[in-house]
């Protein structure tokens, strides 16, 4: 098993020593490690899905466009389209 970043291991071990309502982590390994542990996760795409859904945001696609353009996000096609199908886009 490929061992997570050592920034995201201190936020997992910070999320289980406090007992945290929510890890927010992307990173394939952590997410891993943080569901061993039975912490519970979001990544970047849950959030967007949760701000469309209060009304804080009109769309996840431009959102989605924006992380890959600008932050280097990657997302799978497949991963992308069930995501968008749950934003109703």
Same mark, same amino acid.
């Not at 891993?32 to 859904?53: E, M, W």
């Given at each position: 098993? *490929?061992?997570? &970043?050592?920034?995201?291991?201190?936020? !997992? +071990? #910070? +999320?289980?020593?406090?007992?945290?309502? &929510?890890?927010?982590?992307?990173e394939?390994?952590?997410?891993?490690?943080?569901?061993?542990? =039975?912490?519970?996760?979001?990544g *970047? #795409? =849950? *959030?967007?899905?949760?701000?469309? %859904?209060? =009304?804080? !945001? %009109?769309? *996840?696609?431009?959102?989605?466009?924006?992380?890959?353009? %600008? +932050?280097?996000?990657?997302?799978a096609?497949?991963?992308?389209?069930?995501?968008?199908?749950?934003? =109703?886009?």
């Amino acid at each position: 098993m *490929v061992e997570p &970043h050592p920034g995201e291991a201190e936020a !997992i +071990a #910070l +999320a289980f020593e406090m007992k945290a309502n &929510h890890l927010l982590i992307d990173e394939r390994e952590g997410r891993t490690q943080a569901r061993q542990l =039975g912490l519970p996760l979001t990544g *970047v #795409l =849950g *959030v967007l899905l949760r701000a469309k %859904k209060k =009304g804080l !945001i %009109k769309a *996840v696609k431009p959102e989605i466009d924006a992380l890959r353009s %600008k +932050a280097r996000f990657f997302i799978a096609p497949a991963l992308e389209a069930s995501i968008l199908t749950k934003a =109703g886009e």
